[in-house]
């Protein structure tokens, strides 16, 4: 059975850092390609960041490029999201997916590649 499991989330000041997590258990964890997504009350999700397989390939949302790096650990089956200059419009749910591609599709922000998602971890910013 597939799971993914986010951890980290919490509250942080404008300005600050926070450093998530996604362990995943169930799969190949270097066969797929991952994603961290987010969602605020009232507003659709957003695709925030995705990596290959290997770690090589990383893409970001505008809204996040420069403040928030992507990266992996295969040998610890492990995702990361360190987000670092927080600002308010950061604070929503972040979920961890993983996608059975190597790569991430020109689409990947919509979400729709990915087939195992997470319950999802919580991030407060306060101004």
């Known amino acids: 059975q597939v799971q993914v499991v986010e951890s980290g989330g919490g509250l942080v000041q404008a300005g600050g850092s926070l450093r998530l997590s996604c362990a995943a258990s169930g799969l190949t964890f270097d066969d797929y390609g991952m994603g961290w997504f987010r969602q605020a009350p009232g507003k659709e999700r957003e695709g925030v960041s995705c990596?290959?397989?290997?770690?090589?390939?990383?893409y970001y949302a505008d809204s996040v490029k420069g403040r928030f790096t992507i990266s992996r650990d295969n040998a610890k089956n492990t995702l990361y999201l360190q987000m670092n200059s927080l600002e308010p419009e950061d604070a929503a749910l972040y979920y961890c997916?993983?996608?059975?591609?190597?790569?991430?599709?020109?689409?990947?922000?919509?979400?729709?590649?990915?087939?195992?998602w997470g319950q999802g971890t919580q991030v407060t910013v306060s101004s």
């Open positions: 997916a993983a996608q059975q591609s190597y790569t991430c599709s020109g689409s990947w922000s919509t979400g729709l590649a990915f087939s195992y």
């Open positions: 990596i290959s397989y290997s770690g090589r390939r990383t």
